[in-house]
């Protein structure tokens, strides 16, 4: 039986406040807390994990870099990127970690393949690839058996700011985006195809909030 998840999507939003609201979800949640999909954009910013290394930012220049909680590298989120946050408790969804990024990454894939773009994930690089070059990055955060952060899609952002760091830690790795592989060019096209695919992978049925 489908798990039902709350799914919100507050359009674009500032990425420390939406990082604030996250951690207070998670840490507030109980077992009965239903489990939530957001699906929104944020203003330019570069983002560190918890490990990440400082050395992989070139040039951030004008655009700020936040450190946070999740497991990665550093990467960029800026208006036209569809970043889409799980916060899933994972013991009820009976999903281990490596489990829910293959799902995440197939839930892209398919999505792509229905534009006819042609995609695949890494085995040690988690995230998804069309011809060597990334579209999507994923980086999760697991507390008390429950997760959030998630994954970003480039739609028809400006892929600049990832010329000035290397992509979650792989120097001269490119990127692309859906508006020039034939996909949609506004990320709310994106999440309405992407949305029911993920729930299928995931498990789960849609309530709006």
């Known amino acids: ?15 420390a406040a939406t990082l604030a609201d996250m951690q207070k979800f998670s840490q507030e949640r109980t077992p009965e807390t239903r489990d939530e999909i957001w699906m929104l954009e944020h203003p330019p910013v570069f983002t560190l994990g918890m490990n ?4 992989h930012i070139i040039d951030a220049g004008d655009i700020p870099v936040v ?3 999740r497991g990665g590298q550093v990467t960029y989120h800026g208006p036209g ?3 889409v946050y799980v916060l899933i408790d994972l013991m009820r969804a009976r999903l281990g970690i490596r489990d829910l990024v293959c799902r ?5 894939i398919a999505t792509l393949a229905g534009y006819g773009i042609t995609a695949e994930g890494r085995e040690n690089a988690p995230g998804v690839y069309v011809n060597e070059a990334k579209i999507a990055s994923i980086g999760l955060r697991v507390r008390r058996n429950c997760c959030y952060h998630g994954i970003s899609v480039n739609v028809n952002n400006d892929l600049e700011p990832f010329a000035r760091i290397n992509p ?3 120097q001269g790795l490119t990127v692309t985006r859906t508006a020039d592989l034939g996909g949609p060019d506004k990320s709310e096209t994106l999440a309405r ?3 029911p695919a993920l729930l299928e992978n995931l498990g789960m049925s849609r309530k709006f909030q």
């Not at 995440?104 to 892209?108: C, G, N, P, S």
Request: hydrophobic share 40%; aromatic share 6%; with cysteine.
């Open 104 to 108: 995440l990454e197939q839930a892209i």
């Open 52 to 55: 990440a290394d400082e050395s």
């Open 168 to 170: 979650c830690g792989y």
């Open 67 to 69: 450190k946070v909680d």
């Open 193 to 195: 195809d992407l949305l």
């Open 81 to 83: 990127q569809l970043v």
């Open 1 to 15: 039986m489908n798990q039902p998840v709350v799914i919100r999507q507050p359009g674009l939003a500032d990425y």
